[in-house]
Every structure is written in C-alpha cells, then in structure tokens.
C-alpha cells in the first residue's frame, strides 16, 4: 500500500520515477510529454552527482533514469 501511495502521490506532480532501492527504479508512463524530464542539463547534473558519489562524495539525488544510467557507467569504469 505504501508504495503504491507515494507513486501516485509522484505521479500527480510529474515525478514519473521512483526508487524503491538501488539500483531499482519504478517508471509509471505519465501519458503526456514533460519537457523538463530529459534535457542536456538534468543528463549533466545526473552525471556530475554520479561522479562526486563514485569519489566518496555522500550525495542524494532524486530517483531519475539518468541516475540509474550514470551510476551503471561510473560502476562499469571502475570495475
């Protein structure tokens, strides 16, 4: 029930992704476009907080599909 609310609750303020843990995450089609959701800023901004976590950095980011993917990257360089 929990999870269900805060999707719905996200969902009605067009916040599409929600974590549910790393690295999963929780996608629900929000059936209209939201311009600010994918733009070259936010990719940037996802990158450079996954690159200050791969240093150690103690950061918290809102649960995004640039977020799963720029962890994904960083692990896959380090590893």
Known sequence: GALLHNV???YFKDEIYTGIGAPI???VNPFMN???LYNAQKQKFYRDQSAAMASG???E???HLFS???SSYTTMLSE
């Open 68 to 70: 799963v993917g720029a």
């Open 61 to 63: 980011v809102a649960p």
């Open 34 to 36: 939201i311009p600010s």
């Open 57 to 59: 950095q103690n950061v």
């Open 25 to 27: 995450l929780i996608s």
């Open 8 to 10: 719905r609750v996200r």
